[in-house]
């Protein structure tokens, strides 16, 4: 005997449809207070020594590169956000899909370049005689170090939803079928 639910199975990808949307957008308005966070204590490191002079944000390109990098990702979260409950927008999964992947690697090498600083900022690098700066200038380190977390934060949204993206855009086609033994018999 058939039910009425046997005659309509439910299909996943449907049922979870609200629940993806909701976090997909959830997770873009995360990035955008979290990368705000970043570029703010960025941009208001600064720190000065008496002896080794001024330290500011802006001596260190690798974290010029971090503030772009986020307020690049941010603005593209702010926009896709919005962008995720127009229409005719979530139909164009790729775009989607290519847009979190470029920015979730673009965050991967803002945070490379920033780990770069924070490793030599704390033991600096004897053969070519620099010497740790983070005892001289400790405050700017602790900001640094934040910074890079709530960076590190983002980055884990976009990482989510490069894979969220990547779900929805692939999800569109039916998987590959494997030839049936009469059409292989008939190739050999």
């Known amino acids: 005997m058939r039910t009425n639910l046997d005659a309509n199975p439910p299909n996943s990808s449907i049922s979870h449809t609200p629940m993806l949307k909701f976090l997909d957008c959830s997770l873009r308005v ?13 941009v208001t490191n600064q720190q000065d020594n008496s002896t ?13 590169y971090l503030v772009c990098i986020s307020a ?11 962008s995720s409950w127009i229409r005719c927008l979530v139909k164009k999964a790729w775009l989607f899909f290519v ?14 370049a920033v780990l770069e600083i924070l490793y030599l900022a704390y033991n600096g690098d004897r053969e070519i ?3 740790e700066e983070c005892s001289s200038y400790g405050k700017f380190c602790n900001k640094m170090k934040l910074a890079f977390v709530f960076h590190a934060l ?3 949204c ?19 079928t494997l030839p049936s033994k009469e059409v292989e018999e008939e190739r050999a």
């Open 129 to 131: 005689t620099w010497s």
């Open 99 to 112: 847009t979190d992947q470029i920015c979730a690697y673009l965050m991967v090498t803002s945070m490379a």
């Open 30 to 42: 995360c990035v955008i207070p979290l990368s705000a966070a970043a570029i703010w204590l960025t």
């Open 154 to 156: 983002a980055l884990c």
């Open 52 to 64: 080794y002079g001024k330290l500011e944000f802006s001596n260190l390109i690798g974290l010029k």
């Open 72 to 82: 690049i990702c941010a603005g593209y979260a702010f926009i896709a956000a919005i």
């Open 158 to 176: 976009f990482i989510v939803l490069a894979v969220i993206s990547a779900y929805r855009a692939f999800s569109m086609f039916e998987p590959p």
